[in-house]
């Protein structure tokens, strides 16, 4: 456990991300840190999340981009954030990590053959990159 300031935190994240596995603050600086790690991995669509609150109770999850109502309903987002989000779900809430490790391969899967959606560079749709996941699966 290391406890850092959230101005430095970014410039952390900037530098050396690996150094970093999970990190705990409130939902502002949460927003702002998630914006700038998304930029590592090449879009907010890649980023799952977690609100974990006492041992025992269910969690929120959720991708950390929220619902994205700038292309809602037009079959362009990214789904993996949401179909990491319920990885996490199955490891942390459910205690399926065997289910959690099959779909975070299946995911990788999808990537390393080449599934891309728009904001990864690629032309792939909703649809389409969910049922790369589900052929990996």
């Known amino acids: 456990l290391e406890h850092i300031l959230a101005d430095n935190c970014a410039m952390q994240l900037v530098r050396a991300p690996k150094q970093f596995d999970v990190i705990v603050t409130d939902n502002l600086f949460g927003d702002i840190l998630s914006d700038a790690a998304a930029m590592l991995t090449g879009s907010l669509g890649m980023l799952p999340s977690a609100a974990l ?31 990491l989000s ?6 942390l809430s459910l205690g399926r990590a ?40």
């Open 98 to 137: 065997d289910l959690a490790d099959k779909l975070s391969t299946a995911v990788k899967a999808a990537l390393d053959k080449g599934a891309r959606t728009r904001d990864l560079g690629g032309a792939m749709g909703t649809r389409a990159m969910g049922d790369a996941v589900l052929a990996a699966l």
């Open 53 to 83: 609150g006492a041992a025992g109770k269910p969690g929120l999850y959720e991708p950390i981009h929220g619902s994205a109502p700038d292309i809602a309903g037009q079959g362009v987002a990214n789904p993996l954030a949401a179909i």
């Open 86 to 91: 319920f990885e996490m779900a199955l490891r």
